[in-house]
């Protein structure tokens, strides 16, 4: 099936339900406009319909290699990652004394979308180089601005995060590879880094590794953690490349998917590395490259989901059984089953409402920045803190869901991997789990994301999900109102509970207890938000005159979702509440029985 980049989706999303047209009223983005946009996403959409779609299948089959101590990309990435890098694609938001486009990051996420429908696999290496970019801008010195930047902005050079250990997953605090000071400015970088994405490659002559260590006096714990840059090859005064450092892949995992990406095991050998940042400040300095990572994962999910939706549709269109109820046809395509309609329809606006969370952070990121008063920048800080969570955990989990009932649309077709649609349902599986799992991004909004401004932007999102309602009111009435009016309410309780217990000294458990589905239930409920800003929008489109069933269809996903995800609110609300007494008692003895 092939691929087609919902360009129309995207355009519309970005400008009238997250509101990107505020982006060009700051003035920070003297060359965006609507028009802009368009053709950005047009253009995305192209390469990655032509150039990276055709590439998913075989890369899946054939995999990154491992061998003599070098990874070699899937056959065709490594030409693929370079007509990308000439296209500019890696220096869109980055600044122009970099060599970037200085475009917004709402607009960035929107084309990436593209990239990781396309070819989930490839998209990892550019949006790891993306984080890299951010965190040197905020952290790097001259030299290293000066050193790296230009060549990672280009794609000349790609970028790797490099955290996690055997022992020091989720808890970076436990981690043990050490920075000695060589004395002349630079450090010996010792230790195994592991889960290391893109770590090593042969589509680029140099690969800069974001790497945390711990300096040797440094104290235990998170607070001892400093960040250093090591580069693959050392840089030359000129820019030109010298010897290979002391670090090497020793291996790649063999994954469940996403094989073309390879995830190495790195180990350094008294590697000379740069300090970046400040001394023992590192997992400060590495949460700008995270929360850059989350945002950018959580619109994985938002592509893999689109990809699988498209996936389904077409064989939903072409597979024929049974007899229609509508129309009363035989050997009817399995469309026209009432079950497998509902399936697809709530596959379809799953996705539109993920997109819409996704590029509304992008915005809220955008404005937290460049917003004329301080007042207003401080107000979308915290909406970009309190939505990044819900943006990586829901939309991934969206990822997961839409690419499992792609494999229910097919049948008993779906599990043969010949089809290709269990491809998507295995390569979504990764996005929950990296750039922290949701159930780290859930504990992470309710431990401070919610309360670190005293529940202020959870309200403001409240305030104006009810004022949407109001203006909702005057297109539907019955159900579809009802719906997103109980969801409210459930949102609403369940925000003050949570905010009530937080201010209790011994109710931690029972905030954690209901973090997943607290999490659950904002991005169900902020998700029916954006399609009922999309249909309100759409009506506005169809009042002038147009006759645009894709407008009409708009209006149609929102009831949709109404149905199937706002009236679970309720059940969510029960989950956030039930406190961590229950979970203390179903101890591991019961587990176990």
Known sequence: MTYRAPVRDLAFTLRFVAGGDALTETGAFPDFD???????????????????????????????????GAVTAA??????????????????????????????????????????????????????????????????????????????????????????????????????????????????LNGQKIFITWGDHDATDNIVHMVLARLPDAPPGPKGISLFLASKFAVK???????????????????????????????????????????????SHMFVMMNAARLAVGMEGVGIAERAYQHALAYALERRQGRSVWTGQANTPIIDHPGVRRMLAVMKAKTAAAR???????????????????????????????????????????????????VQVHGGMGFIEETGAAQYYRDARIAPIYEGTNGIQAMDLVGRKLSQDGGESARLVIAEMKATLVELARVYDGKPLERFATAIEAVEDATLWLLD????????????AGADAYLTLLGDVIGGWMLAKGALAANAGLAQGSDDAWLRGRMDLYEVYAANVLGHASSRLAAVGQGGELLQRISAEVLAG
């Open 237 to 283: 005064p000129d820019g030109t490349l010298g010897d290979r450092n002391a670090f090497r892949p020793v291996g790649v995992e063999h994954k469940l998917g996403i094989h073309a990406s390879p995830t190495c095991v790195m180990s350094y050998e008294s590697a000379t590395a740069e300090l970046v940042g400040r001394p023992n400040e590192g997992l």
């Open 501 to 512: 217990r937080k201010a209790d000294p011994n109710a931690a458990a029972d905030v954690l």
């Open 75 to 188: 056959p065709g990435f490594a030409d693929a990652y370079r007509q990308f890098a000439e296209g500019g694609w890696t220096g869109l938001t980055a600044s122009t004394e970099a060599g970037g486009q200085a475009l917004p990051k709402a607009l960035e996420l929107a084309a990436y979308e593209t990239v990781h429908s396309a070819n989930m696999a490839f998209g990892l290496c550019p949006m790891l180089s993306l984080a890299a970019i951010e965190a040197l801008e905020a952290h790097g010195t001259e030299h290293q601005k000066t050193t790296y930047l230009p060549k990672l902005v280009s794609g000349e050079w790609t970028g790797a995060m490099v955290l996690t250990e055997p022992h020091a997953g989720s808890d970076l605090g436990a981690l043990t590879a050490t920075a000695t000071p060589n004395g002349d400015g630079t450090y010996a």
């Open 356 to 406: 819409a969370i996704c590029l509304s952070t992008g915005v809220a990121a955008d404005l937290a920045r460049h917003a004329g008063a301080e007042e207003d920048r401080r107000r979308w800080k915290g909406r970009e803190d309190l939505l990044t969570p819900i943006a990586k955990a829901w939309s991934t989990d969206v990822g997961c869901e839409v690419a499992s009932m792609g």
């Open 34 to 68: 609507a028009e802009v946009a368009g053709a950005v996403i047009e253009a995305a959409a192209q390469f990655s319909e032509q150039v990276l779609a055709p590439l998913n299948r075989p890369g899946d089959q054939a995999g990154s290699k491992y061998a003599n």
